[in-house]
C-alpha cells in the first residue's frame, strides 16, 4: 500500500481484529430493473485460484440462470472484475452485452500496450483479451463514453484513477440511490479511517485517491447506500464522516 506505513497498516487491521494476510471479498452485483438482468462485473472466473469463481454457483442459488442475464457493465478491465465472463474460453453470459469505458478497454485491448507491458503486468493484459475475445465474437461487446444512463435507471459515472478507465454505476429505483464502487477500496480496514492510502496497482494512484475523497465525501453527506467490490458481506452499506476518514455500517443482512 502505498502513502502509509507499516505501522498504520497493522493498526487499522488489529482495530478490526485482523492480520496479515487479510483475506478480501470478490463481489458482483445483479440488478434486476424488472425489464432486464444487468451485472455489475463478473468476478474473478478461474482466473485467481479455486477460493473464487463461484458467481455462477451463486447465480443459480439465487434462482436465475447465466442465460438470462441481458448485460454486464465492468467497473474496470482488472482480472478479477472480467474473469468471470468466460470459462474455458467461452463465453459464461452468452446473451449478454459487455459494457465498460472506453478509457479502459482502449487501454487493456491495446496490442500495442500489450507490447510495451513489463513482464509483471503483461497477464493482465492477456486475461483481459482472452475474456473479451469471445463476447467481441458474437458482436456483444459495446463500450461506452461519458458518464450517463445505460439502462434505465443504472447509470455509469468516471471515477478514474485505479485504471485508466475506471468507473462507477448508479442505480436508482422508487426515489433510492445504490452506488456501486468498484476499486474505489481495497482494504476497508486501512482505507477507511484513511482514504489518502493508495494502493500499488492503481495506474495513477494520485487520481485514484482524489476520486476516493470526492465520492466517498458525497455518499456519506447524502447517506447514499454503496457496494463495494472488495468489501466483506454483506458489500453493502453506508459510509458516515469521522474525523479525517470514514465508518462503515453494512447493510442490516435478512431474508428476503
Not at 439465487?62 to 482480472?79: C, F, K, S
Not at 470526492?214 to 463495494?228: H, M, N, T, Y
Not at 458489500?235 to 469521522?242: E, S, V
Amino acid at each position: 500500500m502505498l502513502n502509509t506505513t507499516p505501522q498504520q497498516i497493522a493498526a487499522g487491521l488489529a482495530e478490526r481484529h485482523q492480520s496479515l494476510p487479510v483475506v478480501t471479498s470478490v463481489n458482483a452485483y445483479l440488478i434486476n430493473t424488472g425489464d432486464k438482468l444487468v451485472m455489475i462485473d463478473s468476478g474473478a472466473g478461474q482466473l485467481l485460484g479455486d477460493g473464487l469463481g463461484k458467481l455462477v454457483d451463486n447465480l443459480r442459488a439465487a434462482g436465475y440462470q447465466p442465460e438470462q442475464v441481458d448485460e454486464i457493465y465492468l467497473t474496470h478491465m482488472h482480472p478479477d472484475h472480467l474473469g468471470g465472463l468466460t470459462h474455458d474460453g467461452k463465453a459464461v453470459f452468452p446473451n449478454a452485452v459487455v459494457r465498460a469505458a472506453s478509457q479502459d478497454t482502449d487501454f487493456w485491448l491495446s496490442a500495442d500496450q500489450l507490447k510495451q507491458a513489463s513482464a509483471g503486468s503483461k497477464s493482465n493484459f492477456e486475461r483481459a483479451q482472452a475474456a473479451i475475445k469471445p463476447y467481441q465474437a458474437m458482436g456483444h461487446f459495446k463500450p461506452f463514453s461519458g458518464d450517463g444512463e445505460l439502462s434505465p435507471g443504472i447509470a455509469a459515472f468516471a471515477a478514474h484513477g485505479h485504471t485508466p478507465g475506471h468507473s462507477v454505476y448508479q442505480v436508482t429505483s422508487q426515489g433510492k440511490k445504490l452506488l456501486l464502487l468498484g476499486d474505489l477500496i481495497h482494504v476497508a480496514a486501512v482505507q477507511l479511517p484513511h482514504p489518502k492510502v493508495a494502493i500499488s496497482f492503481d495506474s495513477d494512484a494520485k487520481a485514484a485517491v482524489a476520486q476516493r475523497l470526492r465520492i466517498f465525501g458525497d455518499s456519506a453527506r447524502q447517506s447514499e447506500l454503496v457496494g463495494g467490490a472488495h468489501l466483506s458481506f454483506p458489500g453493502l452499506g453506508y459510509l458516515n464522516r469521522q474525523g479525517d476518514g470514514y465508518t462503515w455500517v453494512p447493510l442490516n443482512y435478512g431474508a428476503l
